[in-house]
């Protein structure tokens, strides 16, 4: 069986982090969350796999390739124009001739989560799941098993019960989608809510994990879940007096220096410099290159690659995105935060903070909780930031 | 420079040389053939590329065969000079990569003993050296035949009516591959990655005998040699395109992951003199081939600045030939295949001066590492487009490694120094990110130089070597004539060749201190209605007065930049080759690693 993953997106709402990869390459537990869809398809015997890619596709392809390090056999389809996903479905007209699988590449799924799919049989067909916060998905209204009524992020409640984005196709969903996309409907769900009345869509609760990053602060979130199922694995040079507790894993070439004490679940790439005399606490991930210096304390954060993290520095519920470089005795607290962004102010009760793409800062910069710094962003000496911050600002 | 294959086992012998002739094919590709024993020696080969060939083949079942991609050296392209050769009898087949120096007394010699030819190649010789030779032992006719023969070779050859391969190295690649119940020979690990990693690498002068059930490794004086195998990280699939349109830039975008990777070992390297444990020596020289060699003209300024010792730059085809002053310093050799004959000379020249050697490859088990007394691997993983792209920029970063090294063992740089210039070199995978991410910006802006004739591009002080290697990269998959001069150098002549149809591209960085010489010698350029297409940082508000067109890049410290403006420069080639519409991963005429002299 054939699975299409859409991954074509750019994931406007989890800007900054998205200015420079996909949604779908945003690294949990130190891989993206692309890599967790294609493991759970593999894991069931699905390997052909159709990727949909579009915006910044090269970050896709020259990490996943023809896929065979995965297991898989990975072919892409290029959609240049992100108009949406029925829009990307037309695009595998001629691909499928069978049963296909439809999923979203910027969601964690795990293996059950395929196998209630494939467990589906014959006929069109969608996983949903009970959600706390149905108001940021697409609201499903059943009738015994069939699907009557699919809501885009509705105002009001009307149900808890969402689309989780999988789908099970047959190949004459394609000629449907691509009379939707020619009346201008480029949501895959907005085409089926258009057809629901004449066609026959089951829908099917989902076991398994399912986790979706909506907004920034969801990445630690869903890093916190991935990484409880992380297990030990050493690498690299752990120098004398360092203590390591519960699970952690450090990557080849990485040296942690003496008296740097780390709790898992910690996850650590390759080629770092750690410590000495830092502390890391749970449930942190740390990427490829990234240098802490000495008397660092980070607790929960997703620190992603070729950073440097000065010393005395402090790191709490955070995102650290790639190449920044945080100058000696940079301090982060976390705290309920109201968040502002695009769509408005969200109560986020624990959050630290968020740095985009190659911003720098100077000595003993402060951040308030919930505040986001853009790409590229150049804070001086001594500065305590208590707003977002706009990409490419320089703030003294 | 030939690609070989050799397979003896249980499958259909013709599938597996195809596949791995397919991943040969950029070690040659100007005609290719096969021979599979089905029972008779079955014959099948052409001119041109390898799809050429298997579009003719007939359906031959067997499982033992030998096959052969070509880059013509002594002989022109034609089906008569492709590989394998056959003896005068049809009963033993040969493919074979090197030259034959002593051929035409062997091929006369031959001639008046009756054998006939039917090519102009020197592989000829070889087969008909191995008949007259062959009294019912394949093997010990063949040891006879390459103690006749004077030159360079990898051969594999078959005899009919038997499942056995014998195989023979002198100054050529060859490796082997283990399977079960199945073994393969070859040129190089990716041509056999997919049936397995398990290898064994074959020594100058010995010779092997392979059988579907074991392999046997004799030495020169025919004693059977004890050699255990080694298993290789590299997969096959990292030898396929992923997506992308053409190797070179899939290559390109691999970039940010291949320095990650050779950036792997430096504290091991600069804190713990994991390799140059002892820095005592006077000066460096550093010894490379084409890519290689701009490469070490940049680590010479690398080397001269955090290291403050003196350092030369030679051609190993110069190196190997020159007279050799009263000198005795550390030798450096440049080679990403770790193959390539005039660089692996020099490297035994320099040890016969008795220098001390270090060789940057970036193939494990390769030649020169049994030839250098250290190694320093790049890591950059395989590279398949014949154009140099990743592996270029994992030898800067080697390069800079070393000279961070030596500059702290030798107490030039303090210890916050040496963190502070590691710390600038970890940040390149993320400047090189952030250049691939405006790779679109580099397709829009070459326009100006895809009908041009010739180009010229102009740098100073550490970018001058860069912009050799861009106009070499642009000449290799182009086919644009392609100039690279030290900017302050064109008022010596060039200038007189600038008119409105010659483009220029320029590098000048603000942070550099030629930069205001820079924009004088870009204002010359304009003067004479060049074109220019200038290469800034991303700050730069003067650049885009005086050039018609600018590429920005981060703004990193000048003695790193070589990273982030040759990746533009590998770019401003891609897509110039593309829009004219050339074969970018396989040029006329070129092959990737260079194993003739």
Known sequence: MKAVILAAGEGTRLRPFTNSRPKVMLPIGNRPILEYVVHALVANGVRDLILVVGYKKERIMSYFGDGSRFGANISYIVQDRQLGTAHALTFVKDLVDDRFLVLSGDNVIDKEMVSTLLSLGEGNSVLVTESNEPSKYGVVLLKDDRVVAIEEKPRDRIGNIINTGLYSFEPDIIPIMEAGVKIGNYGITQVLSAHLPDMRLRAALAKGEWDDAVYPWDLVRLNEIVLESHGQAISGTIEPGVTIKGSVQIGKGTRVRSGTYIEGPVIIGEGCDIGPSSCLFPSTSIGDGVSIEPFVAIKNCVIMNNIVIGAHSHLCQSVVDDNVRLGPGFSCYCGTAYVRMDDGFHNVPKIGCMIGDESTTGARVVISPGCIIGQGCRIGDGAKVSTNVENRSTVI | ?597
């Not at chain 2, 030159?151 to 056995?164: F, L, N, V």
């Not at chain 2, 030649?367 to 790049?378: C, L, P, S």
């Open chain 2, 1 to 597: 420079m030939c690609g070989i294959i050799g397979y003896t086992g249980q499958r259909e012998a013709s599938e597996v040389i195809l596949e791995a002739l397919r991943r040969l094919e950029y070690r040659g590709y100007d005609s290719a053939g096969i021979v599979i024993m089905n029972p008779e020696l079955t014959l099948h080969k052409r001119k041109g590329e390898l799809a050429e060939m298997q579009r003719t083949l007939p359906q031959i079942n067997g499982h033992v065969g030998i096959g052969h991609t070509r880059w013509a050296t002594c002989g022109k392209p034609s089906n008569e000079n492709a590989h394998p050769f056959l003896d005068c009898h049809g009963r033993i087949a040969l493919v074979h990569n090197g030259i034959i120096e002593n051929y035409m007394a062997l091929k006369e010699k031959l001639q008046n003993e009756g054998h006939v030819f039917t090519s102009q190649t020197d592989t000829e010789v070889i087969v008909h050296l191995i008949e007259k030779h062959d009294k019912g032992d394949l093997h010990q006719a063949v040891r006879a035949a390459v103690a006749e023969i004077k030159g360079t070779y990898a051969i594999a050859c078959i005899e009919k009516g038997s499942g056995q391969i014998i195989a023979a190295r002198k100054e050529n690649p060859l490796v082997l591959g283990l399977g079960i119940d199945e073994n393969f020979v070859a040129s190089d690990v990716t041509a056999i990655l997919s049936y397995t990693n398990r290898v064994k690498y074959v020594m100058d002068g010995e010779t092997v005998v392979i059988t579907p059930e074991k392999v046997t490794i004799y030495g020169p004086d025919g004693e059977m040699v004890e050699r255990s195998s080694q298993t290789v990280t590299w997969s096959a699939e990292d030898a396929q395109k992923g997506g992308f349109p053409h190797f070179m830039l899939k290559e390109i975008f691999e970039e940010p992951q291949a320095i990650h990777n050779s950036l792997l070992g430096a504290l091991d390297v600069i804190e713990n003199g994991e390799i140059l444990p002892n820095v005592q020596f006077g000066s460096i020289k550093i010894i490379a081939c084409g890519t290689s060699y701009h490469a070490a003209m940049v680590g010479k300024y690398a080397l001269e600045e955090l290291a403050k010792i003196p350092v030369t730059v030679e051609l190993a085809s110069e190196y190997r030939y020159s007279p050799g002053a009263k000198e005795f310093p550390l030798v450096v050799l440049i080679s990403q295949s770790g193959e390539t004959a005039d660089t692996l000379a020099a490297a035994r020249e320099a040890k016969r001066r008795g220098c001390k050697t270090l060789g940057i490859t970036n193939v494990i088990g390769s030649t020169i590492t049994r030839e250098v007394d250290e190694v320093f691997y790049t890591r950059a993983g395989p590279e398949i487009g014949v154009a140099a792209t990743k592996t270029y920029l994992t030898q800067l970063i080697a390069l800079y490694i070393i000279a961070i090294r030596i500059g702290y063992a030798r107490r030039n740089l303090s210890h916050d120094a040496m963190w502070n210039e590691l710390s600038k070199l970890r940040a390149m995978p993320g400047a090189v990110q952030s250049v691939l991410d405006k790779a679109f910006d580099v397709e829009a802006a070459v326009d100006m130089l895809v009908p041009a004739r010739d180009v010229f591009y102009i740098g100073r002080n550490i970018n001058y070597p860069t912009m050799l290697e861009g106009a070499l990269k642009l000449k290799e998959i182009s086919y644009i004539h392609a100039e690279g001069f030290a900017a302050g150098e064109l008022k010596h002549g060039p200038l007189a060749l600038l008119d409105s149809t010659t483009p220029v591209v320029a590098v000048a960085l603000t942070k550099d201190h030629t930069y205001d010489k820079m924009m004088a010698n870009i204002s010359e350029v304009a003067a004479r209605d060049s074109p220019v297409l200038a290469i800034g940082c991303e700050d730069d508000k003067e650049l885009p007065q005086v050039a018609d067109l600018v590429l920005r890049v981060p703004c990193v410290d000048p003695l790193y930049s070589p990273v982030v403006v040759t990746v533009v420069l590998q770019l401003i080639a891609y897509y110039v080759a593309l829009k004219r519409g050339c074969s970018i991963d396989k040029p006329k005429n070129l092959a990737k690693s260079v194993t003739v002299e």
